[in-house]
């Protein structure tokens, strides 16, 4: 039964066709589900209330197609997407299935290889711009070592500035305006992964040519991980204006890479990310495409993927009202102001460096031993967002 959490496209939820197209192979075993044709995946998304589909050049054309094949392909595909009235925000490139990139691409010290994936990801961002996308993403997911013997880390980070500096210039001397997002991950599938996370890719943007068109796509099983926070990594990248997409799932701390349906661990940690994207808190939200970056466990048919795809949108939608309320309560806002409260104009006295700044601070009556009396009620604010969470007293 319809209810207000149903997934509507104006919600802007969207899914990579590897994502409710994977078959469930694992290390361990083989596929358990049937390819589900991308035009069929479309109509799925259509049905389930989604807003656009994602894809990697080779999820839609098989490695190696010919000119014309790959024309006919995307042809059929555009058709499904006016067809179902779906959109592709983004586009990526697959640069680590193919055994050329097993010691990476742009960080492959083989510059032969390194030419060969720039020419790829030139085809995949000239598809994606055929199918409407203004983003894409580039993971690195082979861009790392098993051995530090191989190479200088040093040099790898070269490279890899090399061509993402080439593939902005040529971007921009197409007269495209695209947005670049870089995916961190820590490791898997290599032992150690460059650049392990959003903060490592926040500095390295800083340092490319064309920064300005660069910025992150976080993705909450790569920070969690390592036992990061998800949240604190989105709020730095939108802090700088970098978040430009964001791969929505779960995970379990120190676990591989699980890709979990969103919301269905670390629920605090998903509450307080979308708090955070709504911008139901202090500041304005994030207003791109919400991508679901996960898959259905290994036990579903065909069936539970829409399940899961499902779970995914409503999830988050329920999520974003348990914020909204959360915000929206009289004791939360007091507790905040209470502790963001300053009585004697001190803040303004921080914000900038002047000798009157500075000789202000000296005169200020501060003794630590007051400072340090008032309890913050952190306690009774997280226990109201655990309740809000759960539905109590709503
Ligand atoms: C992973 C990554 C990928 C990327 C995708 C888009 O760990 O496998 O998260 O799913 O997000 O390749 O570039
Ligand atoms: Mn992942
Ligand atoms: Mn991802």
Redesign the pocket.
């Known amino acids: 039964m319809a209810d207000a959490f149903d997934p509507v496209p104006a919600d802007q939820f969207t899914f990579?066709l590897?994502t409710v197209g994977n078959p469930g192979a694992d290390p361990f075993g083989p596929r358990v589900r049937p390819t589900i044709p991308p035009t069929e995946i479309v109509a799925g998304l259509a049905r389930a209330g989604a807003y656009g589909v994602n894809l990697?050049d080779n999820d839609l054309i098989p490695f190696g197609a010919s000119a014309a094949e790959r024309d006919r392909i995307v042809a059929e595909f555009k058709q499904a997407l006016s067809d179902h009235g779906l959109v592709v925000p983004m586009a990526?490139t697959n640069l680590f299935s193919h055994p050329v990139f097993r010691d990476g691409a742009f960080t492959s010290s083989d510059p032969r290889v390194r030419a060969f994936a720039l020419r790829k990801t030139m085809a995949a961002i000239e598809t994606g711009i055929e199918l409407g996308a203004g983003i894409n993403?580039f993971?690195g997911?082979r861009e790392g070592v098993e051995t530090d013997a191989a190479r200088d880390c040093r040099d790898a980070i070269k490279w890899y500035r090399e061509c993402l500096d080439f593939l902005c210039a040529w971007t921009k001397e197409q007269g495209w305006s695209q947005r670049f997002a870089l995916?961190a991950?820590p490791n898997e599938p290599r032992g150690d992964i460059y650049l392990a996370t959003t903060g490592h890719m926040l500095h390295f943007i800083e340092t490319l040519e064309h920064s300005e068109m660069c910025g992150v796509n976080p993705?909450v099983a790569?920070e969690n991980m390592p036992g990061l926070s998800m949240v604190h990594a989105v709020a730095q990248a939108m802090e700088a204006d970098k978040l430009f997409h964001i791969?929505l799932n779960a995970q379990k701390i120190g676990r591989y890479?699980q890709?979990l349906r969103f919301g269905s661990e670390d629920v605090k940690g998903a509450f307080f990310l979308v708090r955070l994207l709504e911008g139901t808190g202090a500041y304005p939200g994030y207003d791109g495409p919400r991508h679901f970056?996960a898959h259905a466990y290994r036990t579903e048919d065909v069936a539970g993927v829409w399940d899961f795809a499902r779970g995914c949108m409503r999830s988050y939608k329920i999520l974003a009202e348990r914020a909204r309320c959360f915000d929206a309560d009289a004791e939360v806002q007091q507790i905040l102001a209470d502790n963001h409260a300053d009585p004697y104009g001190v803040a303004p006295l921080l914000s900038s460096y002047s000798p009157a700044h500075h000789q202000a601070i000296l005169d200020l009556d501060l003794d630590p031993e007051t400072l340090s009396q008032p309890g913050r009620r952190y306690e009774r604010l997280d226990q109201l967002a655990f309740e809000h969470l759960l539905g109590v007293g709503v």
């Open positions: 990579g590897w990697h990526t993403v993971w997911g995916e991950k993705e790569h791969d890479d890709d970056d």
